[in-house]
């Protein structure tokens, strides 16, 4: 059995989440103001920051299942940060608390305010109305949080196994686990992205939104990861424990993830412009055109062109620091993203604006950076709390010498 | 004698007996060389000193060749040979052309993996002298061979039987044509 003491995180860790925090409590001091004055504003900002830092603790929940599922080297070295990136569940319900009290007291989200005669909202019923998303929403947080808890739970009791057995036995738990309990975070992701960003546009439908999401946070926590991991490799314990093959691994699996999203999102774009119905196109319109325009165009080439082509290069998924930055700007893509559905959505005060013009707040970087901050600061202290590898694992020293082969 | 060999070949147990000989075999200058394992080793391509295949940038022709004769055939079809409109829509409708260009692009490249591996590999290959080797067909199974081919320009028959003899094996055999 491998000593915990050997695989202890870096000092550093402490330090990166004091700075974060630093810049987190700025920008939420900024935040707060900013949105005493525009409340609608503030919390569509707060929604676009939500769902991006809120989708890479979710993703990493569903990464640590798949990872159980497929096994293999990169997910033994992934595992720990992707289970504090789980860990921080807590900090992301109460970062969810604002958008419950817009909701609650009907100053964000368009639907708070469309009449109960409006045929939408009169098809959908009590299943639309702010008490009932409320109340979902911390039934998703709920079981999300219940799944990251049981295989926290485990993974701690695996550390502390005193025997071979007793570890196998927890993995292959851990393994049937996740198994079907994906199954079940991938239908409570389609509801939870449905009600959180989907119901910005309530007249608007998509079926493959769901997926979207599971593709898109996974991909943004994958890509959050890898930066992790890469800045960590310089420094014991990780420097012992990286190799370049994990790098290729993961970089294939960016790869990979980066073109299911854009499967996704081009399928529900080819369907409604096949279609050509109005209610469907509305969607679209506003955001094919100036500004969202320019942006959606950047998504083509930035999100998806520009990644892919470079990633086919084995080159750059071997080398940490290359692989890490293309990561960071695929991150970079992913706010953008959310963005380009957020941004456009109907407005409950239209500011003198025409439905779906071009308006950047500087609440949408306030928020964003002020939940990021204090998400960072939660995850460090997270990830420093345990060995930064699973270090009963069964597969750990196969996962080890992996890395290291060519 | 020596006339009619194909090569000389090692038998090892351990797939660590065949990478360490392997790196000695390169380091001696030897570069018609082939190792042979009932599972992937992949640390024996750089011991043999087995550069990068070209295979990679062949599919990626490939690919690149299957999206721009899609988008020819549905240019061909839908501006030049048979304009209609459809939907209301222009007669060069890109959305609409991205399915079968995706297709082809994967047809394309998948054709060319699987063609291109084969043709590379110089297979199908009906007759191979290291099958001449009655115990060669473990190497499906439990054991690891070494070959230097006759051709090889250091090749001289005394020398390299030598060789493979100080290499620790746990038989040397000549592999006749």
Redesign the interface.
Known sequence: MADAQDFKAPQSLGHWGTVSLGIGAIALVAWVIGTYFNVEQGLRSWILGFIFWGGIAIGSLGLLMLQYLTGGAWGVVLRRPLEAGTRTLPLVILLFLPIVYGVATHQVYEWTHLPATDPVMAQRGIFMTPWAWILRGFIFLGLFSLMAYLLNKWSADQDSASSFDDSSKLLEKMSKFSGPTLVIYCLVVTFASVDWVLSLDPHWFSTIWGLLYVVGWALSCLCFMVAILASLVDHEPMKKVLGKRHFHDLGKLILALVMVWAYFSFAQYLVVWSGNIPEETAYYIPRIKGGWGWIGASLIFLHFAFPFLVLLQQDFKRHAKWLAGIAIFVLVMRVFDYYWQVGPSARISSLGLESGAFYISWLDFAAPIAIGGLWLWWFFGQLAKRPLVPVNDPYLEEAIEFGHGH | MSENIYGIMAEFDTPTQLVDAAVKVRDAGYTKTDGFSPFPL??I??ALGIKRSVL?YLI?TGGITGLLSALGLVYFVHVIDYPIIV??RGHFSL??F??PMFELTILFAAFTAVFGMLFLNGLPSPYHPVFNIPRFALASREKFFLLIESRDPLYDYEKVRAFMESLSPQEVFDVPE
């Open positions: 992949h640390d391509d750089e990679p990626l939907g209301g959305p609409a991205i399915p």
